[in-house]
């Protein structure tokens, strides 16, 4: 069995009396020591998609209407609040883009990474202060047992992460949950954060969900991938097989915009337009205004998932045709 199982599921928006789809029939699963990249732009659903495995939608106006999460055996969307606040930050965890956030500008480091701790474990505040010392050894901070004491503003956009990554794994969490967690890093930084993920992961045996709209960070990192385009999986393989042969317009779109450094332009090739607003009514397919590939048909039929390789699928009536 897998440790996380997400199956069918939906969310929606309320908004002037109604309830508009956000996500849509989505379905995944990880195993442990085994990374998965959920892509896509802005607006496709993927945070969404993480917030309700976590148990973050938090706002009355954003909720599940459908689906399941099961989680190591458990069912979480039957789980009453405080069971369900028992398994956050001790069995899974959760990292965002931005530390700042989530550090409290006021509080030393040490201080903030013991508190984490003792919320969940019956441990003295000396051991748990040791406990952050080691755990900012473990995400390589110099001289932890100084920086231990250092205030958020004192350290780097990179270290501030490596704290998030260290109170993050300061229970020993089964699955981490990392939203973006390199985004507003320079490249130098985002490299060295990756690297960090994969290494605790090799050594703690963490499954990890990684959000991203960079599908090149995800072709570096990840075992398996899903492209996510308003609210559904466009695509979903192994990475492998998916850059083998990438079978959704959507999925080339987004390959083609990730930056070219070494050529004189930056960006190859933007997709055109932008994902359709909750609002704005779509028949069919919901990239057809963004494709070159689309037809009537298109316009007027939404694709249904198929499998367009062995443990390969995909959502489009071409799957695997030519954008040129
Ligand atoms: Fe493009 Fe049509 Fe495939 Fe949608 S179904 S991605 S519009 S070719």
């Not at 270290?159 to 260290?166: E, L, W, Y």
């Not at 492209?227 to 097989?241: C, F, L, P, S, W």
């Not at 850059?243 to 332009?265: C, K, M, Q, W």
């Not at 494709?291 to 695997?320: I, W």
Request: proline share 5%; hydrophobic share 40%; glycine share 8%.
């Amino acid at each position: 069995m897998a440790l996380l199982e997400v199956e069918n599921l939906h969310i929606a928006v309320g908004s002037g009396g109604k309830l508009l789809p956000v996500v849509q029939g989505v379905s995944f699963c990880v195993d442990e020591n085994e990374t998965l990249g959920i892509v896509g732009e802005s607006g496709c659903g993927k945070s969404l998609t993480s917030l309700a495995i976590m148990g973050l939608l938090g706002d009355s106006t954003v909720r599940i209407t459908g689906g399941s999460i099961r989680f190591d055996g458990m069912d979480l969307l039957t789980l009453s609040a405080p069971e369900r606040r028992a398994i956050m930050g001790n069995r899974m965890a959760m990292i965002f883009q931005e530390p700042m956030t989530s550090l409290n500008p006021v509080y030393r480091i040490g201080d903030q990474i013991a508190e984490s701790i003792r919320q969940h474990q019956q441990i003295s505040r000396s051991a748990a202060r040791d406990r952050a010392v080691e755990l900012l050894t473990l995400v390589r901070i110099p001289n932890p047992s100084e920086r231990v004491d250092s205030f958020p503003h004192q350290m780097s956009g990179g270290q501030r992460q490596r704290v998030m990554i260290a109170m993050a794994l300061s229970c020993d969490p089964k699955l981490l949950i990392a939203d973006e967690p390199t985004t507003a890093l320079d490249v130098t930084v985002q490299k060295e954060v990756l690297e960090l993920m994969a290494d605790l992961q090799d050594r703690m045996g963490t499954a990890i969900v990684l959000i991203s709209h960079d599908l090149g960070v995800i072709a570096e990192t990840c075992d398996k991938v899903a492209v996510m385009y308003r609210g559904k999986i466009a695509e979903a393989a192994a990475t492998a097989d998916l850059f083998a042969e990438l079978a959704h317009p959507y999925t080339r779109g987004l390959l083609n915009s990730i930056p070219v450094v070494d050529r004189d332009v930056e960006w190859l090739e933007a997709i055109p337009g932008r994902v359709p607003t909750l609002e704005e009514t779509l028949t069919g397919c919901a990239f057809h205004p963004r494709c070159a590939l689309a037809t009537d048909f298109c316009a007027s039929r939404a694709p249904e998932t198929s499998q367009f390789k062995p443990n390969h699928s995909v959502q489009c009536h071409f799957a695997g045709g030519s954008t040129t």
